[in-house]
């Protein structure tokens, strides 16, 4: 249940997504005290339903995008689903959307929704815009990371990767939330609504920027270095002794003197070659052959004291296994029980973004298909208590 204390208690927001960006950020709208309505097709629902059975029967992806919301189903191809739609968006605050390319405007345009509702804020994600000669390209993950070079820059020279995680989607859902929450800033001010794009290929874009400057104002092609970075040494994993690997962030010229002294480096440290980040580009090899033998000749506790004493930043490379028993989500108590609608309930992570004082995160539900839709109908007439009546 939303509280008065939650940050956007009373916001209303209709949610006609799918997949992970639109998800990502209605979620944390209703995180943060929204009445979050997410329209599915009758009989299908979100495709994202169906990516897996690995949560108790159900979907990854789907619960962890979708808990604390109301599913409601309309056909959209028919007069009543869409009269249903346009229901709801009368007396809503956000209407959310990342579906195919056109496929909004061809049941609802923005001149019937300023009729409708002026106050209403519009958001909608899409692959790449509402523009130029790719706006009608249907677009996923991976898609718009190889469009943007995200893949080419991940791997190694010759061997693009994909990142783990999806960058595209992930990126596009918060900005598309930092975006509403502007554009309902701004309503405050002016007292009309607004319209908003997030196109996930420019979210890339902008990430992409500083290989991107190198590239037209340098004249450098940067390339891949795996697991290290591009333009920055020593910095990624080294391999102790015990066969644990450390990742090691030197981001200064004063830490690298740091890290020499911890691995009793003393000619590396007299090194004037070496003395700025530059030069240990220059030499890369020969600076991170060195740091790899030196710590290939320590236990990872005897490796990791020395660090921290030194005052050298550095973590391990975990996996998904040890992420899951991290310390540090058990100490932050991260994690929290939410229900299935199949009635059992699972534990998943809280949204990073913690208040100092009045915002403790509700305990959601994960909403079955269509559950709350004449529910949602009732509740939401027009000009009711939302925070644009």
């Known amino acids: 249940m939303t509280r008065a204390t939650d940050p956007l208690a009373g916001l209303r927001v209709v949610a006609l997504e799918q997949a992970v960006a639109a998800p990502l950020c209605s979620r944390h709208l209703a995180d943060l005290g929204a009445d979050v309505v997410k329209i599915e097709k009758p009989g299908k629902g979100d495709f994202a339903r169906d990516y897996d059975t690995f949560v108790k029967g159900m979907a990854s992806h789907f619960v962890w995008l979708n808990y604390g919301k109301r599913s409601v189903t309309l056909d959209l191809k028919t007069t009543e689903g869409k009269d249903k739609l346009l229901h709801l968006l009368e007396s809503a605050d956000v209407f959310l959307s990342n579906i195919s390319p056109g496929a909004v405007?061809?049941?609802?345009?923005?001149?019937?929704?300023?009729?409708?509702?002026?106050?209403?804020?519009?958001?909608?994600?899409?692959?790449?815009?509402?523009?130029?000669?790719?706006?009608?390209?249907?677009?996923?993950?991976?898609?718009?990371?190889?469009?943007?070079?995200?893949?080419?820059?991940?791997?190694?020279?010759?061997?693009?990767?994909?990142?783990?995680?999806?960058?595209?989607?992930?990126?596009?859902?918060?900005?598309?939330?930092?975006?509403?929450?502007?554009?309902?800033?701004?309503?405050?001010?002016?007292?009309?609504?607004?319209?908003?794009?997030?196109?996930?290929?420019?979210?890339?874009?902008?990430?992409?920027?500083?290989?991107?400057?190198?590239?037209?104002?340098?004249?450098?092609?940067?390339?891949?270095?795996?697991?290290?970075?591009?333009?920055?040494?020593?910095?990624?994993?080294?391999?102790?002794?015990?066969?644990?690997?450390?990742?090691?962030?030197?981001?200064?010229?004063?830490?690298?003197?740091?890290?020499?002294?911890?691995?009793?480096?003393?000619?590396?440290?007299?090194d004037h070659r070496l003395a700025v980040n530059s030069g240990r580009l220059a030499h890369r090899s020969h600076v991170e052959g060195a740091v790899a033998d030196a710590i290939a000749e320590w236990s990872s506790s005897d490796m990791e004291d020395a660090l921290d004493k030194a005052g050298v930043p550095w973590g391990r490379l975990n996996g998904t296994v040890d992420v899951a028993e991290h310390p540090q989500l058990e100490a932050g108590e991260r994690w929290r029980r939410v229900g299935l609608p199949t009635g059992e309930a699972v534990s998943v992570l809280k949204s990073p973004f913690r208040f100092g004082r009045s915002h403790d995160q509700k305990t959601p539900q994960v909403p079955g298909l269509g559950e709350h839709t004449e529910a949602a109908l009732h509740d939401w007439s027009a000009r009711g208590d939302g925070v644009n009546g």
């Open 105 to 270: 405007e061809r049941i609802v345009s923005n001149a019937e929704l300023e009729r409708l509702n002026p106050q209403l804020v519009t958001c909608q994600i899409s692959g790449y815009g509402p523009s130029g000669p790719y706006r009608d390209r249907k677009a996923f993950d991976l898609l718009v990371q190889g469009e943007a070079g995200v893949t080419a820059n991940t791997g190694l020279p010759g061997a693009p990767a994909k990142p783990g995680v999806s960058l595209a989607d992930l990126g596009a859902g918060i900005y598309a939330a930092t975006s509403i929450l502007a554009a309902l800033r701004a309503r405050d001010i002016s007292g009309r609504g607004e319209h908003v794009h997030v196109a996930m290929f420019d979210v890339l874009a902008e990430w992409m920027s500083p290989l991107l400057l190198a590239h037209r104002e340098g004249d450098v092609d940067i390339t891949p270095a795996g697991t290290r970075h591009a333009t920055i040494t020593p910095y990624g994993p080294f391999v102790t002794a015990d066969g644990v690997t450390l990742n090691i962030a030197v981001q200064n010229d004063r830490q690298w003197l740091l890290l020499c002294e911890a691995l009793g480096l003393t000619v590396l440290a007299a």
